[in-house]
């Protein structure tokens, strides 16, 4: 069974940083792309970031140039630098990741909590 499993939240002062990370597991096949969301109290989900298999990235708005999204393609492994963080960052962060194959499909990771303190 394809799984994703986030790690690396935790609590931060304002202006710190932290490095979530993203494995899969239960397969052998590379996603097409992998992604960040992100649920901040009060708001939907959102698009933090994605990167494809050809290592192109983008980054929502609010982004401004803080975090940083890569990956090991072959393994799978997802990360996110996050540095210069605001209290407004505060949320659960999510990787998610779309397979054309092995098997095909969208999955999510349960989550893991960002705090950062102002």
């Known amino acids: 069974q394809l799984q994703l499993v986030e790690s690396g939240g935790g609590l931060v002062q304002a202006g710190g940083s932290l490095r979530l990370s993203c494995s899969a597991s239960?397969?052998?096949?590379?996603?097409?792309?992998m992604a960040w969301y992100r649920q901040v109290p009060g708001k939907q989900r959102e698009w933090v970031a994605s990167?494809?298999?050809?290592?192109?990235?983008n980054y929502a708005t609010f982004v401004e140039g803080r975090f940083t999204i890569s990956r090991l393609g072959t393994k799978n492994t997802l990360y996110l630098n996050m540095h210069n963080l605001r209290p407004g960052d505060t949320g659960a962060y999510y990787c998610?990741?779309?397979?054309?194959?092995?098997?095909?499909?969208?999955?999510w990771g349960q989550g893991t909590q960002v705090t950062v303190s102002s």
């Open positions: 990167v494809t298999n050809s290592d192109t990235t």
């Open positions: 239960g397969t052998q096949t590379g996603a097409k792309t």
């Open positions: 998610s990741a779309r397979f054309i194959a092995g098997p095909a499909g969208d999955y």
